[in-house]
């Protein structure tokens, strides 16, 4: 499943930033960001939809994920 939650919230939870996108996911995943023009991080947060597991993604861009702007709740890396 790839779609996108109409419970999410206005901030990424992992590091408290604006974000361009967030999609749902179960099942098997990956995740390859290197020479991405558009995302430069996407941060993971486990949730349920319809009481089944599955990852939300929240898809930062260049300027998003820059340190300049947000709080970075988390770690990133």
Known sequence: MNDV???APA???ACGRAYASVS????SL????LDNER???VCFEPE???GNPCVYFY????????????????TTG
């Open 5 to 7: 939650p109409g419970d």
């Open 11 to 13: 901030r990424c939870p």
């Open 24 to 27: 749902a996911h179960s099942g």
């Open 30 to 33: 990956m995740v390859n960001l």
């Open 39 to 41: 995302y430069q991080r």
């Open 48 to 50: 349920s939809q319809d």
């Open 59 to 74: 898809h930062h861009t260049h300027e998003q994920a820059a340190i300049s702007e947000g709080n970075d709740a988390a």
